[in-house]
């Protein structure tokens, strides 16, 4: 099958990858561009662990066509800490030990990420059901909505001082 | 994955050439079934034809008369996002929202929904009550057809070759309208309604429900149409007579199956109560509006 040429916005610099039709943009971001910290859990759409946002939407990057991507703006876990600083939200995740074997933690942050660009300021209960397409199967759940929450107490203080 | 071709017209008339490229060819829109099924090897289709690029797939739209037009691959966090459309149509937009994460909600969207046919959709019983009409393209041009009128089974629509879903219109809204859908699974979130129920009333102006549409899913083969429900409501206010007749009515229409989310009497023993629970929360906002 012929492959297609695609060109997209990633992580803030333009990115351009040949990728068959059949091809998802998580295996595109893992195989064409290195990107390998969005993970493939279940590949279909349970997991959230491939979540990346795009066009400021967020998705599971499994259940979207790499074909699909072109012209689009693409956001992955790689790109959230800036200048060797984590971002606040990884930070607190190992503040609060908010993870165990890892896998799902991608995905959570990035998905964290996307409720806290949307919601400043969310409570708990709005956390816990944003993330419910992020599932961990070793530490749970409590100390990953901790963490989000704590980041976002931080957060918003930045925002206050800057 | 099996490979296919893939395809991004930006017109409907592209649109309708690409579908009838290849026979079997697939509509596109927020992939959410479609890349599920076609990993799993369900369907194997020659192409598949992403139709978000077609200008009125994407968006929701106000019309001067009050009514809405909204694109059939519009991602429901689009739906839910939108200034008024939650005002006018709250049970719709409830329905659409509880459709998987918040992922999913990213790219799915009601025109894959209606046309995955599941008897188990949850946007489609809150489409049927609300009287919606699809705006369906293809080969012979444009056509207008009733919602109730595309799913032929489960995982079958009534579309002909070449033809696609572009958008659904909604009819203007009146004051003390209002709709509501309610779904019974196991969990908070996340699940496949064992039934699900969308009811949408107009009200007098004394309080008494002028027009009523009730829609049951994952009680028969599509979604239902109940039009004895509907009608069970019409005339007077909603008191536990009307509610004990919309049940009965609600009740009579279904034909489930068993399965591992329900008995047939469980099902049809808990439409009843749904379209109950829907109808007073409908009932609740029309009077508030």
């Not at chain 2, 990213?106 to 489409?127: I, Y």
């Not at chain 2, 809204?173 to 969308?198: C, F, N």
Request: hydrophobic share 40%; net charge negative.
């Amino acid at each position: 099958m012929k492959k297609l040429h695609v060109s997209t916005t990633v992580n803030g610099d333009a990115a351009e990858f040949l990728a068959e039709p059949g091809t998802t943009l998580l295996d595109a971001l893992r195989d064409e561009l290195g990107l390998t910290g969005s993970k493939e859990g279940c590949g279909s759409g349970d997991c959230g662990a491939c979540s990346v946002i795009v066009d400021g939407r967020l998705v599971c990057s499994c259940l979207m066509l790499a074909a699909e991507a072109e012209g689009k703006r693409i956001e992955t876990i790689e790109g959230l800490a800036s200048h060797g600083e984590l971002h606040p939200i990884q930070q607190k995740f190992l503040e609060h030990a908010a993870l165990q074997c890892g896998f799902c933690t991608p995905g959570l942050i990035v998905a964290s990420k996307a409720l806290l660009d949307a919601n400043p300021d969310p409570s708990e209960e709005e956390a816990r059901y944003w993330l419910a397409g992020n599932l961990c199967r070793c530490t749970g759940y409590d100390k990953v909505i901790r963490a989000v929450l704590d980041a976002a107490a931080e957060l918003r203080q930045e925002r206050r001082v800057a | 994955m099996p490979q296919f071709e893939y395809l991004a017209p930006a017109s409907v008339d592209e649109a309708v050439k690409a579908l009838m490229s290849a026979p079997g060819a697939r509509v596109l829109a927020g992939g959410t079934d479609l890349i599920v099924q076609m990993k799993a090897g369900r369907t194997r289709p020659a192409a598949v034809v992403d139709v978000k690029r077609v200008p009125g797939a994407i968006g929701v739209r106000r019309e001067s008369d009050g009514g809405y037009s909204i694109g059939a691959a519009t991602p429901g966090a689009d739906i839910g996002e939108h200034p008024t459309l939650a005002r006018d149509w709250p049970g719709l937009v409830e329905a659409a929202n509880l459709i998987g994460s918040t992922q999913v909600q990213g790219r799915a969207s009601m025109g894959g929904n209606l046309c995955n046919a599941s008897p188990a959709a949850d946007s489609v019983p809150a489409l049927f009550a609300a009287r919606a009409v699809c705006v369906i393209v293809g080969p012979g041009g444009r056509r207008e057809a009733p919602v109730e009128a595309i799913q032929a089974g489960p995982g079958r629509t009534s579309l002909q070759p070449g033809e696609f879903v572009l958008e659904f219109r909604l009819p203007p809204r009146p004051k003390r309208a209002s709709d509501a859908y309610l779904r019974l699974i196991p969990r908070t979130e996340m699940d496949i309604a064992v039934v699900g129920a969308g009811v949408s009333l107009a009200l007098d102006g004394d309080g008494s429900v002028a027009e009523a549409h009730v829609a049951l899913g994952a009680v028969a083969p599509t979604t239902l149409l109940v039009q004895a429900a509907g009608q069970a409501l019409v005339g007077g206010r909603l008191d536990e007579a009307a509610l004990d007749r919309l049940d009965a009515a609600a009740r009579a229409a279904c034909s489930p199956i068993d399965d591992k989310r329900g008995t047939i009497d469980y099902r049809t023993k808990i439409a009843g109560v749904l379209a109950r629970r829907a109808a007073t929360i409908a009932y609740s906002r029309a009077e508030a509006r």
